[in-house]
């Protein structure tokens, strides 16, 4: 059983930053990419940043590329998501997510909620300008 437990959400000043930490377990090592999704009100969720795991590619939607950066600790089974220069848009719940096994890791070609098949339960991250 996977579980994904998201922290570090908060309220903070345009300009500023936040750290956001995603706990997992369960086979989240047998996932091939990883994933942070947004969904503020009243839009559809989309995908921020994700990472083939075991390897050094990482992908950005445009709208966060040289703000946000996505990382993983294996050892402490954690994925992070640093967030730099946050802006008022950047206000949403934000999600990680993982694949299950033997899906292929397609972030190249974008960040799909479709793609992913686990899920935190959110944390909401609120920019005031």
């Known amino acids: 059983q996977v579980q994904l437990v998201e922290s570090g959400g908060g309220s903070v000043q345009a300009g500023g930053s936040l750290s956001l930490s995603c706990t997992t377990s369960g086979n989240t090592y047998l996932s091939n990419c990883m994933a942070w999704f947004r969904q503020a009100p009243g839009k559809e969720r989309e995908g921020v940043a994700a990472?083939?795991?075991?390897?050094?590619?990482?992908y950005y939607a445009d709208s966060v590329k040289g703000r946000f950066t996505i990382s993983q600790d294996n050892a402490k089974n954690t994925l992070y998501l640093q967030m730099n220069n946050l802006k008022p848009e950047d206000t949403a719940v934000y999600y990680c997510a993982a694949q299950n096994s033997g899906s292929k890791c397609r972030a190249d070609a974008g960040i799909f909620p479709y793609e992913y098949h686990y899920w935190g339960q959110g944390t909401q991250v609120t920019v005031s300008s």
């Open positions: 990472l083939y795991t075991g390897t050094p590619y990482t």
